[in-house]
């Protein structure tokens, strides 16, 4: 391996390109998320691990009083060892339970009649907002820079 070949290993250039295909939407009463990850390789590559989750981001509050938090809501993962040839592809099915949390003024919204009211005013005064997100890192070796991909998912609680 020349001495360039080995920077762009190292850097994760030219290793294999990652592709989530997942559904746009999940009723998260369904509780669990089905999908697959396209891998192709661009040189012969050798596969250690691949880490799959289902991230939500919460952010809260406006202005200067702006928090944001990430939970992982589900996750998958495969130690499952193997080698890609230049220009190889690889389906790898997945499929994880999910579990998504609802805050205190969600659940309170949900209630109806007065509280379900005041539930809502609470939610539209803490301006609550979820965004989620699938990631996946596949780990391959001699890359210090793993190959990733993501893609955004709306989640209906």
């Given at each position: ?8 290993q ?19 009463a ?11 390789a661009k040189?012969n ?10 991230e ?50 969600d ?7 007065v ?11 803490d ?24 893609c ?6």
């Amino acid at each position: 391996m020349s001495f360039f070949s080995k920077i762009k290993q190292k850097l994760g250039i030219g290793t294999i390109s990652v592709k989530i295909n997942v559904p746009g939407q999940l009723n998260a009463a369904d509780g669990k998320l089905k999908g697959s990850l396209l891998l192709t390789a661009k040189s012969n590559q050798k596969v250690k691990k691949i880490d799959i989750k289902l991230e939500e981001e919460q952010t809260t509050g406006r202005g200067d009083n702006k928090k944001t938090n990430y939970y992982t809501i589900g996750s998958w993962n495969s130690n499952e060892f193997f080698e890609m040839k230049e220009g190889e592809t690889k389906t790898v099915e997945f499929e994880f339970p999910v579990q998504v949390y609802k805050s205190s003024t969600d659940q309170l919204a949900e209630k109806g009649g007065v509280l379900g009211g005041l539930g809502k005013m609470a939610k539209f005064a803490d301006d609550a907002r979820s965004e989620f997100s699938v990631k996946a890192v596949v780990d391959v070796e001699g890359a210090s820079l793993d190959p990733s991909d993501s893609c955004n998912i709306n989640i209906i609680k």
